[in-house]
DNA sequence: TCGTTGGCAATGCGATCGCATCGTAAAAGC
DNA sequence: GCTTTTACGATGCGATCGCATTGCCAACGA
């Protein structure tokens, strides 16, 4: 049913990726509903509509499925993110694609706020496993790293306050975006109150609209 | 042996309340270890070195057990920010009472750090169940409270700026705090950066230090 | 055409799960 | 002193767990 047409390099089998994307997306709608206490490889052969063979046949542990899992939900806000860059100009400022990205964290959609739940529910695994660890937290880097450059390109067009710290201010607007997207996922606010919340405080830090430069 | 002597009023039995916080400090440290998954009614009572029956006999379903370790959780660190709180002045200002509780929550403790993650583990059940949302979300509002009290005392001492939105400012500032104290419990970042930043933060926010008022 | 391999479904294993039941020893009340 | 209640420990139940094994069938190479 799934491979009886395809055009790919290797067309004497199913595609693997895909396979193991499916069942992976299964982990994560689990994950995200009631924790990674509910994730079986029973319970994931349901969800995804298979046999628990299946299952085995693709992720030799739990481990390596749960592993799968996580990498899956970071590849899915990466590509929510990009989707929603491709809307922006060419050659959009590094502001933009900051207010962009934080945008559709904080935009209570059922994708994201599943991929958020799904990766707090991995947290307590990150403490055990290295690898799910990095996969979580890894990438944080480049992002306070857009965020200072916001800021210091924000100093250097004379609208953000010269006595501001940009490594500092890229730390907390992400921190902030992280913390609120959490908020937003786990229904402790809405939307709109995180996105106000986060617009006001990149509104002031980077000196928009009626602000006096110094 | 354990009820050899006692004061209460009622010396007729064992201090039901101390044995079930006895077990619910169990069950936040496998919580906290390695998620809700660990925590099983035999690992609760192999932790806690008592037997199974002792578990069940204080909590009737496990559901009940956890809403026990939950509740232990906040009463922790409210009582760890009740006795940092008691090493200041008496009749101490808001602001030093919010830095106080904020700089606990970063200290990096053990103690602290077990019931961030240990909460952190419970964030799962909470949109299952409305009673480990209230105990762990209902307290919100205050702290954010007393945030916007604090930038409100600056503005009209002069040193913060008056356009500054108080309510926007404490959410702002608990929302960094709790994310902050995440990054520590979790390893994500030192207590040293997340205490740096969180006083750059306010120090910022409510003009302190060689910083003009309006 | 035939043997081999990949892609599964099915089944079984020992361990563990939450929970119920039973037994018992000590204390409380009459 | 005798009954009742409290405070457990011990054991067992059916369900579920992760994982290993087995078997079948379609697709491919020779």
Redesign the interface.
């Known amino acids: 049913m799934r491979s009886h047409c395809y055009a790919g390099p290797v067309p004497r089998k199913v595609d693997i990726d895909a396979q193991r994307a499916d069942l992976a997306g299964a982990v994560l709608r689990l994950?995200a509903?009631?924790?990674?206490?509910a994730v079986s490889l029973r319970e994931v052969a349901a969800e995804a509509g298979v046999s628990m063979g299946r299952v085995q046949h693709y992720f030799r542990t739990k481990e390596e499925m749960l592993l799968h899992g996580v990498r899956l939900a970071m590849r899915r806000i990466d590509a929510r993110i990009g989707e929603r860059l491709q809307c922006l100009p060419d050659e959009a400022s590094p502001e933009q694609i900051l207010r962009a990205a934080i945008d559709e964290l904080l935009g209570d959609h059922p994708e994201t706020n599943q991929v958020i739940?799904a990766s707090?529910?991995y947290?307590?695994?990150?403490?055990?496993n290295a690898e799910v660890?990095e996969v979580l937290?890894g990438d944080?880097d480049e992002l306070r790293g857009l965020a200072a450059l916001v800021v210091r390109t924000a100093q250097a067009d004379g609208r953000a306050d010269t006595g501001?710290?940009p490594a500092?201010e890229g730390?907390?607007i992400w921190?902030?975006a992280?913390?609120?997207g959490?908020?937003v996922a786990?229904?402790?606010t809405t939307s709109e109150r995180a996105r106000?919340?986060m617009h006001?405080?990149l509104d002031?830090v980077l000196g928009c609209g009626a602000h006096p430069g110094v």
């Open positions: 994950a509903r009631s924790g990674l206490e739940r707090v529910a947290y307590a695994r990150a403490q055990v660890f937290f944080d501001l710290d500092q730390y907390i921190s902030l992280d913390s609120l959490v908020k786990f229904g402790q106000a919340t006001y405080h002031r």
